[in-house]
């Protein structure tokens, strides 16, 4: 395994790790870390790191702005401007491409696959990637979006802030094998309050909107709360059940 700290964002020194395991060619996950987009790092969790890169996927982990530095739609920006580094700007090939992230990480994630207009500066197209693991994200508006608006962070709205605002038009597929990506969606039995009922929803609206079911997977973590499960095996064998 090879292990490289890169900066890709020189002006804010903002950085991304990437591991390679010894496969030539391997499967990438590119990983986005959570914390309510005010906590949190890259490294974390390195028990999904260890167990990917053990089965010959290759991991992308990156940091990104966070409050109270940061406002909207920044650490969005820093997430597309880094799966264009890793995409364009290294050396390294891979056979497949999937990204995702928890909790905040996924809502980078839903809003990148969501609202194409973030990657599209960069010549990419999500629906183009191979899959997504969406865990625990928000598909609403993040709480802490609606605290940088001065909002009860317990508010539900569905604005450009939210990824189920940019669910408009039916989804038609643009990879070679023409499918839609693999999406994963976790949520749990105990997770944050609306959490796991905006999740289903989300669910409802993509299949509405015609994501093949197929390509849709749902993982109910019954007994556990918010991303407890993130250290577990467990974790790593979803993820892995949808690289292929």
Request: include cysteine.
């Amino acid at each position: 395994m090879t292990k490289l700290t890169l900066t890709y964002d020189t002006t804010n020194n903002i950085k991304l790790d990437l591991y390679l395991p010894k496969t030539e060619a391997p499967p990438l996950f590119i990983y986005m870390h959570g914390g309510g987009l005010e906590g949190g790092d890259r490294t974390d969790p390195h028990e999904l790191f260890e167990r990917l890169i053990h089965d010959g996927i290759a991991v992308a982990t990156l940091d990104y702005r966070m409050y109270p530095s940061a406002k909207f739609p920044e650490f969005i920006e820093d997430a597309a401007k880094a799966i264009d580094f890793i995409l364009h700007n290294n050396t390294y090939r891979f056979s497949k491409i999937y990204a995702g992230g928890s909790s905040a990480g996924a809502y980078l994630a839903m809003m990148l696959l969501f609202d194409n207009r973030y990657l599209a500066k960069y010549n990419i197209d999500p629906l183009d990637f191979d899959g997504w693991v969406l865990d625990a994200g928000q598909p609403t508006t993040h709480f802490n979006v609606l605290r940088e608006r001065g909002l009860d962070t317990r508010l539900v709205r569905i604005d450009d802030a939210a990824p189920l605002y940019h669910i408009t038009h039916s989804f038609k597929p643009t990879h070679p094998d023409g499918k839609l990506p693999m999406i994963l969606n976790i949520a749990a039995s105990n997770d944050m309050p609306a959490r796991l009922e905006q999740l289903k929803l989300l669910n409802a609206v993509l299949k509405q909107f015609g994501w093949q079911t197929d390509r849709l997977h749902f993982a109910y973590m019954n007994g556990y709360s918010h991303c407890e499960y993130d250290h577990s095996p467990i974790f790593a064998e979803l993820i892995e059940s949808i690289i292929k």
